[in-house]
């Protein structure tokens, strides 16, 4: 049974960073691609950042040149490190394996202006 925990959200200031984490059980982590998502109320769940199983990533528009996907094998875990934020940044952040269908109870990220 695959089990995503997540972690690290919190209430930060415009511009202010924090840095995300997900630890995964249940599955072979180091062949699994993994995603970083969030959903704002009132909005759908989107695609925030993604790390392949080779370390190739990818980002959203929007986050791009101030959020990183990293991820660590020996930990099982990917991270999401947010630097810049802005108060459209918040939302609750879930992580995710590409193409499964578990999701964890996910981390709110409040930004204030």
């Known amino acids: 049974q695959v089990q995503l925990v997540e972690s690290g959200g919190g209430l930060v200031q415009a511009g202010g960073s924090l840095r995300l984490s997900c630890a995964a059980s249940?599955?072979?982590?180091?062949?699994?691609?993994m995603g970083w998502y969030r959903q704002a109320p009132g909005k759908q769940r989107e695609l925030v950042a993604r790390?392949?199983?080779?370390?190739?990533?990818n980002y959203a528009d929007s986050v791009r040149g101030r959020f990183t996907i990293s991820r660590d094998n020996a930990k099982n875990t990917v991270y999401l490190q947010m630097n810049s934020l802005k108060p459209e940044d918040t939302a609750v952040y879930y992580c995710?394996?590409?193409?499964?269908?578990?999701w964890g109870q996910g981390t709110q990220v409040t930004v204030s202006s």
């Open positions: 995710h394996v590409e193409g499964g269908s578990s």
């Open positions: 249940g599955i072979i982590f180091r062949l699994a691609a």
């Open positions: 790390i392949s199983s080779g370390g190739g990533r």
